[in-house]
């Protein structure tokens, strides 16, 4: 399971740059890492998981901005198709994690 955090956040005042600039420290803080400039992701082992980080990211939404937050399954996300220029790229995907019963 891999959650998306997109966002769409203020920065015309100091303000608003100190909340944008929480806001992506707090993504990374929460194992998030960049895709692009204002989107943001997490590989989850299970839906449960990736509901305790939603829930987090909930917990630090800036005050103004749009935020979304979007769950897509492994075989969704590997169907993604990524090209820099021209030429196509591999997504970067975690490796396998083993869990424990």
């Not at 990374?28 to 990211?57: P, T, W």
């Not at 969704?76 to 820099?84: D, G, P």
């Amino acid at each position: 399971m891999w959650i998306l955090v997109f966002f769409d956040l203020p920065t015309d005042t100091k303000k608003y740059k100190k909340a944008y600039a929480d806001f992506r420290k707090n993504l990374q803080r929460d194992g998030f890492s960049m895709f692009q400039f204002s989107l943001y992701i997490r590989h989850c082992a299970s839906m449960e998981n990736a509901e305790v980080h939603i829930k987090r990211v909930k917990s630090f939404l800036p005050e103004f901005g749009k935020v979304g937050i979007m769950c897509v399954t492994d075989k969704q996300f590997s169907s993604i198709e990524l090209f820099y220029g021209q030429k196509p790229q591999q997504p970067n995907t975690p490796g396998f994690q083993l869990e424990l019963f």
